[in-house]
């Protein structure tokens, strides 16, 4: 099984990045999957979610309107796509895969990639 994150870099403030997770090793289109971050000194946060089904997707209210996420199951890869970049986006991004839902509790979740680093800075 493997996530695998990619896409971070260095970004201006107001700018943009997007996200990849490539999936393999499991059945991608049984799993929602999700993207947290962590910044330095602060816990994991969800940032968003795509669910396994029908689609729908979920964001933490300090992305709402900023971010979109999206999935392409023939490829195995989600996507976060993240416009008007703020210094607190700075972190680094993980995917992961939930076999039941969408949550924000790291602890649903079955697999995780390794990390994306996202620094927002002038």
């Known amino acids: 099984v493997q996530l695998q994150a990619s896409g971070g870099g260095l970004v201006q403030p107001g700018g943009s990045l997007r996200l990849s997770c490539a999936a393999s090793?499991?059945?991608?289109?049984?799993?929602?999957i999700a993207w947290f971050r962590q910044a330095p000194g602060k816990e994991r946060e969800g940032v968003s979610c795509i669910s396994k089904h029908d689609g729908s997707t979920y964001f933490a209210d300090s992305v709402k309107g900023r971010f979109t996420i999206s999935r392409d199951n023939p490829t195995n890869t989600v996507y976060l796509q993240m416009t008007s970049l703020k210094p607190e986006d700075t972190g680094v991004y993980y995917c992961a895969a939930a076999r039941v839902f969408c949550s924000e509790y790291g602890s649903w979740y079955n697999y995780w990639g390794q990390g994306t680093q996202v620094t927002v800075s002038s």
């Open positions: 090793g499991f059945t991608f289109d049984d799993y929602a």
